[in-house]
């Protein structure tokens, strides 16, 4: 048998598995009626307009409690539930299966009557809101912040305009300099024209942020991912795992024209977290004015958020008490990887307890 006989009956053999591969997952995927989400109990507390806020109370599998609530900010364009997505892959059930009482906002979906929400209403009004709110439910004059992605970015200028409110803050792969030269979303971001898009759109899609995503590593997330699914979909577990996750990925809210528009110039383009000027509703934004302990966590493969886009937070809070974290993964993977749920939780509810 010369090779290029021994090749062609190679071909053949991986082709004849991925067509049972293929057939199988054809039979797993008939036998799942409902793709499910939201993992851990909780209870709406507070609505205004088109956000939620939602209450998790800690469960009773640990002794020690936290006296502070947990506030968890998300970004606009995805959904929240990626700290809850099923119960092996659950920040959320982590934290309060560890004593946490935590409270989360869900930004919900814009329409067209929110058109011209800015940053303004999104930080020093709904932010604001539901620190009160979350404050008022649980009996407290202060909370612990976690900010994830762009809604660390909230939480970052919420603590340096309001830090009496914020006990403790955890920043989560959080964007601070956004000009490091690796962080290839502001690079494709200098060829986009934002206000265009804005005039054209109302609100921007967030079909249109998910292809962009998509596109800064187009292999990975387009044609490997789809030629491994057949072998992703043989199990009932393997394919909800599966289903969840894209489910998450494909239900990316419109984001706010104006909130939109704001972030990209005063970050994207100006980077002005860096260089200053910073403002939100007309308020100057000073890190320096961020005095209280500072958890700030990163994913080191992280493609969207470089870990030095994130680090950059050190020298320019003022906090005594700063603590990074790195995470050996990308971006979703601090949430969702097997080793993120055995170190993330545990490392977040211990820093928090030893600042009750």
């Known amino acids: 048998m010369n090779g290029l006989t021994l090749t062609a009956t190679n071909l053949q053999k991986e082709l004849a598995t991925l067509r049972q591969q293929a057939e199988h997952a054809q039979k797993i995927l008939q036998n799942i009626n409902e793709v499910d989400v939201w993992q851990t109990p909780k209870t709406e507390i507070y609505r205004r307009d088109k956000l939620r806020l939602y209450h998790c109370p800690a469960q009773g599998l640990t002794k020690q409690r936290c006296n502070t609530p947990l506030l968890i ?3 606009l364009v995805n959904r929240i539930y990626m700290v809850d997505l099923e119960p092996e892959r659950s920040l959320l059930r982590r934290l309060v299966e560890g004593g946490l009482e935590v409270y989360l906002i869900d930004w919900g979906y814009p329409d067209r009557a929110d058109r011209f929400l800015d940053l303004d209403d999104y930080i ?3 932010l604001h809101s539901c620190v009160e709110q979350t404050c008022q439910h649980a009996g407290t004059e202060q909370l612990n912040l976690l900010g994830i992605c762009q809604g660390g970015v909230f939480s970052l200028c919420y603590s340096a305009l309001y830090p009496q409110r914020v006990r403790n803050l955890i920043t989560m792969v959080t964007p601070v300099d956004f000009h490091t030269p690796d962080n290839l979303l502001t690079a494709l971001s ?3 024209d934002a206000e265009l898009a804005v005039d054209c759109y109302g609100n921007l899609p967030g079909e249109l942020l998910n292809h962009i995503y998509a596109s800064l590593m187009p292999m990975r997330l387009g044609q ?6 057949p072998a992703q979909l043989q199990t009932q577990h393997s394919a909800r795992s599966f289903l969840r996750m894209e489910r998450w990925i494909n ?8 909130a939109f528009l704001e972030f990209f110039v005063q970050f994207f383009r100006e980077n002005r977290l860096m260089n200053g000027g910073t403002t939100i509703g007309g308020l100057s934004v000073e890190l320096q004015n961020i005095t209280q302990p500072v958890l700030n966590i990163y994913g080191s493969h992280d493609h969207l958020v470089p870990p030095a886009a994130s680090r950059a937070l050190e020298n320019l809070c003022a906090s005594q008490d700063y603590k990074a974290l790195e995470i050996a993964s990308g971006h979703i993977g601090v949430f969702v990887s097997g080793k993120s749920q055995r170190q993330l939780a545990p490392e977040i509810i211990a820093w928090l307890n030893s600042r009750n």
Do not use: E, T, V
């Open 190 to 192: 200098r060829y986009i």
């Open 224 to 229: 490997q991912k789809y030629l491994n699914l």
């Open 124 to 126: 020093n009004d709904y």
């Open 251 to 258: 239900d990316s809210p419109d984001l706010a024209g104006q």
């Open 73 to 75: 900010s998300y970004a």
